[in-house]
């Protein structure tokens, strides 16, 4: 696998977030980072393990976490028909990483906004769901990147501009790694926005004619 090239032929449990045009634009995104055996790479929300693959087929070292025991075993039989070595846990990201440092941490977590405050703890709904502003996860791996980042290291995240890029910018910056927006793409809304337009709009986040969502890659880098 080289160039943004994700692997085929993917087992998906059910309820186990499928590639989709964010893995795509963030398998970009990661296709202009240097890796090699001696990169140890961080995929926080590994789903079917897409990303993890194509990283561990460029010679990175893969760990993989998700909170999502489906994903886990999704990816599991995914690195195992691909003959690709990944290490992939299960639990919170922040948790399963206490004490080691990376080279490069991506990221395409949960950033859709959702009535509900409190995140699903189970079903498809958490791969996406992340809390009124959509910004739950998000906010959390701006705390926590300095923790998982050796010095020279990139974050590369994947959100929607529903939720405020900027503000990741600005709290990857306070927290010492300077960030910007590097790529940018369009996409038409899929079912789960159409099916809480109302909301979306009492909100103020989305428009009445509104049909497409930009996605966005942030890179920061720790020094």
Do not use: K
Request: glycine share 8%; charged share 20%; aromatic share 4%.
């Amino acid at each position: 696998m080289t160039s943004a090239t994700l692997p085929t032929g993917l087992i998906a449990l059910p309820g186990v977030y499928r590639p989709q045009a964010d893995t795509r634009l963030l398998a970009e995104a990661l296709a202009r980072e240097d890796l090699g055996p001696r990169t140890d790479l961080l995929e926080i929300g590994t789903g079917t393990g897409a990303l993890a693959l194509h990283a561990a087929g460029r010679g990175a070292r893969v760990t993989a976490v998700d909170v999502s025991w489906p994903a886990v075993v999704a990816a599991r039989l995914n690195a195992l028909r691909h003959g690709l070595p990944l290490r992939i846990v299960h639990g919170d990201f922040a948790a399963r990483t206490a004490g080691r440092r990376y080279d490069v941490v991506i990221a395409n977590p949960p950033y859709v906004p959702a009535p509900e405050n409190r995140l699903p703890s189970r079903g498809p709904e958490r791969a996406w769901d992340a809390g009124p502003d959509g910004r739950v996860v998000i906010d959390r791996i701006c705390t926590g990147a300095p923790a998982l980042l050796r010095p020279g290291g990139v974050l590369l995240m994947v959100q929607s501009a529903m939720c405020r890029p900027q503000d990741t910018v600005d709290r990857l910056a306070t927290a010492g790694l300077p960030a910007e927006v590097t790529a940018r793409t369009s996409v038409p809304w899929g079912p789960v926005l159409r099916s809480r337009r109302a909301w979306l709009q009492q909100q103020g986040l989305a428009d009445e004619a509104e049909e497409r969502e930009d996605l966005v890659i942030i890179r920061a880098q720790y020094f």
